[in-house]
């Protein structure tokens, strides 16, 4: 994960699916090796970003053409034409 100054972190994101049709999101972003005072105003602002991110994660996921299995009743759809 690049973040806007530059600097490099590794993270991990998952989609895990309910019984009921809904799924949990996790993500984990390992921490850097720096000083911990460095580590506090970026942690807001990755808290920010995050934010933003899920925001646009919750759009895409909520756009009808998004749903399960579109993706291959668009392929049968053009298929047909």
């Known amino acids: 994960m690049k973040f ?9 994101s998952r989609l895990v699916p309910e019984s009921d049709g809904s799924c949990v999101y996790s993500f984990v972003l390992h921490a850097p090796p720096v000083p911990l005072a460095q580590l506090e105003g970026a ?16 759009q895409i996921l909520e756009e009808p053409s998004r749903s399960v299995g579109s993706d291959e009743r668009n392929r049968e759809k053009s298929a047909a034409r």
């Open 43 to 58: 942690l807001d602002q990755q808290a920010k970003i995050l934010k933003e991110e899920l925001k646009r994660l919750q």
């Open 4 to 12: 806007p100054d530059g600097s490099e972190a590794v993270a991990y």
